[in-house]
């Protein structure tokens, strides 16, 4: 039985079936069926009416459906007046709907019943192909938001000789269509390539690859996605220092070209003396004795753009080198602080080393005098 707080709900309707309806009795729909129209786990769920419902002329009918959303491992339920519905469903998993028939108007002394029974159907996932044959580590990658790759994995269980196919459906298309442009490794599909057929985003995205060998049908795999949430932005490629008037060092650079919204980026910057890395950002720490010091940006898309993201490439590094004549202007800790700048154009962020402490910069610039003196 599905769980939530409709639960609660359906026992206070049952109790004013018994004290309001003085015996009537409310029956669930019929006909309830699944139906696949070949858009890969969007469904057509159908059913009909009551019998007894011509009878009741004086009441309002509507239904309850529920659904096992196998994507969040819990129950969806909608209510409506209509006999068909269409939701989204794992196909690799068992498909669950329900649906009852909720009574109102003046034949219930206006009050909504529902009805004590439910129509059910529960759909086994289909068993055809080789087993363990399906494919492992299907990753798809939005790249700069202009493209999008999707690769996997053959099973090391596929037969030789096998053909893997991928199919996509989304709710602009009639039909499923076949990948447009395959990504091949020494011959064999491992990839789409989705140049040549732009993907719609914040709309689910439905892929099914399946095979064929000479043994027989190989196992299908089904995935359903939006692609705003797989984007990786490309690497920055302009960045430059520059030392302020007021002891500061100024690390610039700027979002790589593309359709990436420039307020949907958040920045990570990695500081090493030279190689090997030292520490990543927001917070670095240095000595006054590092008198090389390079740095690295990278980005991602923001919570408020995108559910998820991925991390674009590091960019080139891009490295400082102090001497004596501005030796005063080092420190002995330096903290990276990052702040976004408030111009548009251009717009970069900036990285700001804050004196904290010159006490031991003085000493090595008077140590280094008297060794001169000495000498």
Request: overall charge positive; aromatic content about 10%; hydrophobic content about 35%.
């Given at each position: 039985?599905?769980?939530?707080?409709?639960?609660?709900?359906?026992?206070?309707?049952?109790?004013?079936?018994?004290?309001?309806?003085?015996?009537?009795?409310?029956?669930?729909?019929?006909?309830?069926?699944?139906?696949?129209?070949?858009?890969?786990?969007?469904?057509?769920?159908?059913?009909?009416?009551?019998?007894?419902?011509?009878?009741?002329?004086?009441?309002?009918?509507?239904?309850?459906?529920?659904?096992?959303?196998?994507?969040?491992?819990?129950?969806?339920?909608?209510?409506?007046?209509?006999?068909?519905?269409?939701?989204?469903?794992?196909?690799?998993?068992?498909?669950?709907?329900?649906?009852?028939?909720?009574?109102?108007?003046?034949?219930?002394?206006?009050?909504?019943?529902?009805?004590?029974?439910?129509?059910?159907?529960?759909?086994?996932?289909?068993?055809?192909?080789?087993?363990?044959?399906?494919?492992?580590?299907?990753?798809?990658?939005?790249?700069?938001?202009?493209?999008?790759?999707?690769?996997?994995?053959?099973?090391?269980?596929?037969?030789?000789?096998?053909?893997?196919?991928?199919?996509?459906?989304?709710?602009?298309?009639?039909?499923?269509?076949?990948?447009?442009?395959?990504?091949?490794?020494?011959?064999?599909?491992?990839?789409?390539?989705?140049?040549?057929?732009?993907?719609?985003?914040?709309?689910?995205?439905?892929?099914?690859?399946?095979?064929?060998?000479?043994?027989?049908?190989?196992?299908?795999?089904?995935?359903?996605?939006?692609?705003?949430?797989?984007?990786?932005?490309?690497?920055?490629?302009?960045?430059?220092?520059?030392?302020?008037?007021?002891?500061?060092?100024?690390?610039?650079?700027?979002?790589?070209?593309?359709?990436?919204?420039?307020?949907?980026?958040?920045?990570?910057?990695?500081?090493?003396?030279?190689?090997?890395?030292?520490?990543?950002?927001?917070?670095?720490?240095?000595?006054?004795?590092?008198?090389?010091?390079?740095?690295?940006?990278?980005?991602?898309?923001?919570?408020?753009?995108?559910?998820?993201?991925?991390?674009?490439?590091?960019?080139?590094?891009?490295?400082?080198?102090?001497?004596?004549?501005?030796?005063?202007?080092?420190?002995?800790?330096?903290?990276?602080?990052?702040?976004?700048?408030?111009?548009?154009?251009?717009?970069?962020?900036t990285l700001l080393f804050h004196l904290k402490s010159i006490n031991h910069t003085v000493f090595r610039l008077l140590d280094r005098w008297r060794s001169n003196q000495n000498h």
């Amino acid at each position: 039985m599905a769980t939530g707080p409709w639960l609660a709900g359906s026992a206070a309707l049952m109790l004013l079936l018994v004290v309001h309806c003085r015996g009537l009795t409310v029956s669930p729909p019929e006909d309830l069926q699944v139906l696949d129209p070949g858009h890969l786990g969007h469904m057509v769920i159908t059913w009909s009416p009551p019998v007894n419902m011509d009878s009741m002329t004086e009441c309002t009918v509507q239904y309850q459906l529920e659904y096992f959303n196998t994507y969040r491992n819990s129950w969806s339920a909608i209510r409506t007046k209509l006999t068909t519905y269409s939701a989204q469903f794992d196909l690799m998993k068992d498909v669950r709907v329900r649906v009852y028939t909720l009574l109102g108007g003046p034949c219930t002394n206006n009050t909504m019943i529902m009805s004590a029974n439910y129509t059910e159907v529960i759909q086994k996932p289909s068993d055809t192909g080789i087993m363990d044959t399906e494919i492992r580590d299907f990753k798809c990658v939005f790249q700069n938001m202009e493209y999008m790759e999707c690769k996997w994995t053959r099973s090391p269980n596929t037969p030789a000789k096998s053909q893997l196919n991928l199919f996509f459906w989304h709710e602009e298309l009639d039909q499923a269509e076949e990948c447009p442009k395959y990504i091949f490794s020494r011959g064999i599909r491992r990839g789409c390539n989705f140049t040549e057929k732009p993907l719609p985003d914040f709309t689910d995205i439905n892929f099914c690859v399946n095979g064929s060998s000479p043994q027989g049908p190989l196992k299908q795999t089904f995935i359903s996605l939006q692609i705003q949430n797989y984007v990786k932005p490309a690497a920055v490629e302009k960045m430059y220092l520059q030392t302020g008037p007021d002891l500061q060092l100024e690390l610039h650079w700027e979002p790589p070209a593309g359709s990436i919204p420039e307020h949907c980026l958040e920045w990570e910057v990695k500081c090493s003396r030279g190689d090997p890395v030292a520490k990543l950002l927001p917070v670095c720490l240095f000595s006054l004795t590092d008198k090389r010091r390079c740095y690295k940006v990278r980005s991602k898309l923001h919570k408020y753009c995108a559910d998820k993201s991925f991390w674009s490439d590091w960019s080139q590094k891009i490295c400082h080198t102090s001497n004596d004549a501005s030796l005063l202007s080092q420190m002995s800790n330096l903290m990276l602080l990052v702040k976004r700048s408030g111009r548009r154009q251009p717009n970069f962020l900036t990285l700001l080393f804050h004196l904290k402490s010159i006490n031991h910069t003085v000493f090595r610039l008077l140590d280094r005098w008297r060794s001169n003196q000495n000498h």
